[in-house]
């Protein structure tokens, strides 16, 4: 059993109906550990320490956000800016995430129509996600395809539930599949 | 002088002995002392051998009713008691006339005169505040729908005394006993023509409101600034004594008056106060009360009539209970809400002892008559507590057990905050502000009187009061709260806090402001977890503003004084370790504060922070430049 790490980092947790939905579905379940960034660091004061001790722990990482302006919200960049150091991630001696899998998990108002070449935000979604998968490359990690709930402005209870339930799936896969290579093409 | 003290040692033995028996055996306290006066009265243990001994208690101790109204009241605010308007008229209007009707009717077909039965019939129709409303408040029901319906017509009966007083001198059928005492029993205007007893009537009823609203308030700060404890309660006690006192000079209810003062002063900072003083008196008296109802029961009356009296008390426990039924069902309550409703009032009231007194002065009852009456009453009385235990125990499990009913949600009498925030001061202040600020109420006491009356100026519903004392702790609702929160600028008093909390309130989280780390030192010991020193953080905000100006970016000081104080944090929980031995704490808070200073000052010779390498390209350009040297 893989041990899981979901970064989570919502400024306003307690009005996202999705993303309670989402947290409640893998909350509580063995060696898939939540750690509320904007609960931890209200003053963005990351502790570098304890982050890379979660991650030194964890084989499978998850940055799960909601979407605003085509990237994640700000503390999240703040925890990638800080806790990702040259020499532990990267560089020389930055070898403590090699072979770990990251995705992103987030919600995004717009529709999934709404990220394609024709649509109205003239990229998928993946593109806008470029930066987050070259970050896990450099430190030597597997990106893995995200996990993505979209049109979260008008998504009925029914969808929500089942969208939560698969989220909770997708991550007991990655905790228990023999094999993830599947996971790298989905 | 003797008398008296051996009859207190009595009286209260004999409490000390039954009430907590009858407690521990699920019955409440009211049938307790009602057990405790049995015993030690005329028919039993024979301690008190003159029934008239145990009258003369009674009356002195119905006092009891009277501020046990004055407390409800206290707890009852004016827009609430107006919201329950429609039930106090309707339900209350209706069980005073109906009861009073059937038993009428029944007298007549008993062939009873008509005067005597109309007199029992009204007197009848009247339910034991003091019985009913201590039992709810020790089931703590008060709130509940039955309780809600119990009171209102408790209160619509004592708005009945009035007319019922009034009617009974125009029943009069034979001489008059004794006609000048009648006269005293109604009051000093009995001589001025009606309209001007109905005058002097609102007139004391302004005269209540009036000091209620703007007399009270005054008297208590200025009592209050006194800091003298006793006095506040003398206050409180002549209040209320003086209240009763122009009720009765009108013919009202001392209990009525008492009641709407109460529900006047509801919105007062003194409050909380005046509950905590007032609550002890109230318990004694009524205590006394129901022992001296106990030791009344003519036994010897009892026995000798056995069939009539017996069988008067099943008959009118028995119609009321009906009546009352039907009632509660019009009112939709669930059965076993009902049941409680209409046999917890279904006893005749301590009021009675008074009309029967009253008619047998006016001569429309005879003494056989009376004595009668008082033996129905008191046992009645006695028997709905014991009714009271059987359906408690036995019958109200089985109906819910059956079919669970959903209780319908009413609006709480009483308001009761999670957080209770004690003084107000600069510090309080500002504190309740931001909660405010953020929707959350506290309950708010502050020892200082004209401050409590300026905050309330401003805005801020503010109790007086001394928020170390358990009894005023109560009374603010501390059961309901899950926090409690010292603003207290001396820290003493917070001590005196933490321990009271510890002993008698173990539930409650407690947040402390504490002056110095000295004081952080003792409340630490004492394992309270959440410790505010005030300094620290308003200087290093300072010091943080300092840097600014000579010129620091603001982010990289923001992070600083972060570190700095949680450094000057964990440095505490380390220090307190060493506090008693000088020589070695000097030692360790020299040692932390030496590591503190070159934590900090070597950040900021390297001109970054230990914390953030990421945001200074010196490594990564120390490295590049490593690897691109090789290759140049």
């Known amino acids: 059993m893989r041990k899981v790490l979901v970064l989570f980092a919502h400024p306003k947790f307690e009005h996202s109906e999705a993303n309670q939905a989402l947290i409640q579905a893998i909350s509580g379940i063995e060696n898939i550990e939540i750690r509320d960034l904007y609960e931890l660091y209200p003053d963005f004061n990351i502790s570098i320490q304890a982050e890379q001790e979660a991650l030194f722990e964890a084989e499978i990482v998850i940055w799960h956000h909601p979407i605003y302006w085509y990237s994640c919200p700000p503390l999240m960049k703040q925890w990638i800016d800080l806790v990702l150091e040259f020499g532990w991630a990267y560089g020389p001696g930055g070898i403590y995430l090699k072979g770990k899998y990251i995705a992103n998990a987030i919600t995004s108002g717009g529709s999934q129509e709404a990220y394609q070449y024709d649509g109205r935000n003239n990229y998928k979604i993946e593109d806008f996600l470029r930066p987050f998968e070259q970050t896990a490359r450099l430190c030597n990690m597997t990106y893995l395809p995200p996990f993505q709930v979209a049109g979260t402005h008008k998504i009925s209870a029914f969808d929500l539930k089942k969208k939560a339930e698969s989220y909770r799936k997708f991550l007991l896969e990655l905790r228990d599949a023999a094999d993830l290579s599947h996971f790298k093409n989905l | 002088m003797n008398g008296f003290l051996v009859n207190a040692i009595l009286y209260i033995l004999a409490a000390i002995i039954c009430v907590p028996l009858a407690k521990k055996l699920g019955m409440g306290s009211v049938l307790g002392y009602l057990i405790a006066g049995i015993l030690i009265g005329p028919y039993l243990l024979g301690f008190i051998t003159n029934e008239g001994q145990g009258q003369d208690i009674m009356h002195a101790t119905e006092f009891g009713v009277v501020m046990m109204l004055f407390l409800i009241g206290l707890e009852l605010e004016p827009k609430n008691l107006w919201k329950m308007r429609q039930l106090i008229l309707k339900v209350g209007l209706s069980q005073v006339l109906i009861t009073s009707a059937l038993v009428f009717g029944i007298g007549i077909l008993f062939e009873v005169q008509w005067q005597i039965s109309l007199a029992i019939g009204l007197s009848m129709a009247l339910s034991s505040t003091a019985i009913v409303l201590q039992s709810l408040k020790e089931k703590n029901q008060m709130n509940g729908p039955n309780g809600r319906l119990s009171f209102g017509v408790l209160l619509m009966q004592d708005i009945a005394v009035i007319p019922i007083l009034a009617l009974l001198p125009l029943l009069i059928i034979g001489d008059p006993i004794l006609s000048t005492n009648a006269s005293e029993m109604h009051g000093l205007i009995d001589s001025l023509p009606g309209w001007a007893q109905t005058l002097s009537i609102f007139g004391a009823i302004g005269i209540v409101v009036l000091l209620g609203q703007f007399g009270f308030g005054p008297l208590l700060n200025y009592v209050a600034k006194s800091r003298l404890r006793e006095l506040f309660t003398a206050s409180a006690l002549l209040i209320v004594v003086g209240i009763s006192f122009l009720m009765e000079l009108v013919g009202l209810s001392p209990a009525l008056g008492a009641f709407l003062a109460g529900v006047i002063l509801a919105n007062s900072p003194y409050r909380h106060a005046l509950e905590s003083d007032l609550e002890p008196f109230k318990g004694l008296l009524l205590g006394l009360f129901f022992m001296a109802v106990g030791s009344t029961i003519n036994f010897s009356l009892i026995f000798n009539n056995a069939t009539t009296v017996i069988s008067l008390t099943m008959g009118i ?314 290759a140049e």
């Not at chain 2, 009632?327 to 009032?345: E, M, P, Y």
């Not at chain 2, 009645?380 to 319908?408: F, R």
């Not at chain 2, 450094?567 to 932390?592: G, H, M």
Request: charge should be negative; hydrophobic fraction near 40%.
């Open chain 2, 317 to 630: 426990i028995v119609l009321k209970t009906v009546i009352l039924m039907i009632i509660g069902k019009s009112r939709k309550l669930s059965l076993s809400d009902n049941l409680s409703f209409a046999i917890g009032l279904s006893q005749v009231g301590e009021f009675s002892f008074v009309t029967y007194a009253f008619a047998l002065q006016l001569g429309i009852f005879d003494q056989s008559i009376s004595d009668t009456l008082m033996a129905v009453t008191a046992l009645s009385m006695t028997i709905t507590p014991i009714l009271m235990v059987v359906l408690d125990k036995v019958i109200n499990p089985a109906i819910n057990k059956t079919h669970k009913t959903i209780e319908k949600e009413m609006d709480s009498i009483e308001e009761h905050n999670k957080v209770i925030l004690i003084g107000f001061g600069h510090f309080g202040s500002t504190l309740g502000r931001f909660l405010r600020a953020n929707g959350v109420e506290a309950t708010i006491l502050d020892s200082d009187p004209d401050r409590v009356e300026y905050l309330r100026k401003m805005g801020f519903k503010v109790y007086f009061g001394d928020g170390t004392r358990a009894d005023l702790l109560l009374s603010a609702g501390v059961m309901d709260a899950s926090i409690l929160i010292s603003a207290l600028d001396n820290t003493e008093y917070s001590i005196k806090l933490v321990e009271l909390c510890k002993e008698e309130f173990p539930h409650l989280e407690v947040m402390i402001r504490a002056k110095n780390r000295y004081d952080a030192f003792e409340l630490m010991e004492m394992g309270v977890k959440n410790i505010y020193r005030e300094h620290l953080d308003t200087s290093i905000r300072m010091g943080e503003d300092l840097l600014k100006k000579l010129g620091f970016r603001a982010h990289t000081v923001h992070r600083l004084a972060k570190q700095f104080r949680d450094y000057d944090e964990s440095a505490l929980k380390v220090l307190v370790n060493f506090k008693d031995n000088t020589d070695e704490y000097i030692s360790k808070s020299r040692q932390q504060i030496e590591m503190q200073e070159s934590l900090l000052s070597g950040e900021l010779m390297r001109k970054f922070s230990v914390n953030d390498h990421t945001w200074d390209s010196d490594s990564i350009k120390e490295a590049v430049n490593s690897e691109e040297k090789p």
